[in-house]
Antibody, heavy 119, light 110 residues
Framework: EVQLVQSGAEVREPGESLKISCKGS????????IGWVRQMPGKGLEWMGV????????RYSPSFQGQVTISADKSISTAYLQWSSLKASDTAMYYC????????????WGQGTLVTVSS | QSALTQPASVSGSPGQSITISCTGT?????????VSWYQQHPGKAPKLMIY???NRPSGVSSRFSGSKSGNTASLTISGLQAEDEADYHC??????????FGTGTKVTVL
């Protein structure tokens, strides 16, 4: 059974750094793209970027380029989304999701990680 | 990359059919047959309902169907049921991003 299990909720102050994770299981981690999706409170979904663990190919939405870093550790089948300096506007639910190719839909989703940035 | 445009809300009575539109441009919806639809219940992760405009993943009810005309894709829910009350999001492959979501539609079963 394919599963994506994300790390727990986080509370940080503005300016702090953060790295959240998404562990894949039930499939060959290096064979599928992992994407990250933001959902701000009461809002729609926003595609942030994708990462292919097989060759580390990474693609970002222009809206998130330079704002976050997507990476993965193949040895533990885990993808990451990180910020070097959080802003209050980063407060949102973040989902990881798996898809088979760049144009393919997100077939499997993690449960979401709530990030709250507040002073 | 601007979000695809969806109506904020659509409602219908049990048993009725409703249609949700998703309007983009020739660089996304109109240019590719890679439109997907996701259902999201409150506090839950999205669930894939339709992919490649009109295909249903295994396990998704045949009451859900998708189509596309020009730069607008549509999701139709027939025989509306109480459990269909949720938010629905469209998405499309694009030539620029390479992925974009819609603004989201809240479906209410009256």
């Amino acid at each position: 059974e394919v599963q994506l299990v994300q790390s727990g909720a986080e509370v940080r102050e503005p300016g702090e750094s953060l790295k959240i994770s998404c562990k894949g299981s039930g499939y060959i981690f290096t064979n599928y793209w992992i994407g990250w999706v933001r959902q701000m409170p009461g809002k729609g979904l926003e595609w942030m970027g994708v990462y292919y663990p097989g060759d580390s190919d990474t693609r970002y939405s222009p809206s998130f380029q330079g704002q976050v870093t997507i990476s993965a550790d193949k040895s533990i089948s885990t993808a990451y989304l990180q910020w070097s300096s959080l802003k209050a506007s980063d407060t949102a639910m973040y989902y990881c999701a798996r898809h088979n190719c760049g144009s393919c839909p997100f077939e499997f989703w993690g449960q979401g990680t709530l990030v709250t940035v507040s002073s | 990359q601007s979000a695809l445009t969806q109506p904020a809300s659509v409602s219908g009575s049990p048993g009725q059919s409703i249609t949700i539109s998703c309007t983009g441009t020739s660089s996304d919806v109109g240019g590719y047959n890679y439109v997907s639809w996701y259902q999201q219940h409150p506090g839950k992760a999205p669930k894939l309902m339709i992919y490649e405009v009109s295909n249903r993943p295994s396990g998704v009810s045949s009451r859900f169907s998708g189509s596309k005309s020009g730069n607008t894709a549509s999701l139709t829910i027939s025989g509306l049921q109480a459990e269909d009350e949720a938010d629905y999001h469209c998405s499309s492959y694009t030539s620029r991003s390479p992925y974009v979501f819609g603004t989201g539609t809240k479906v209410t079963v009256l």
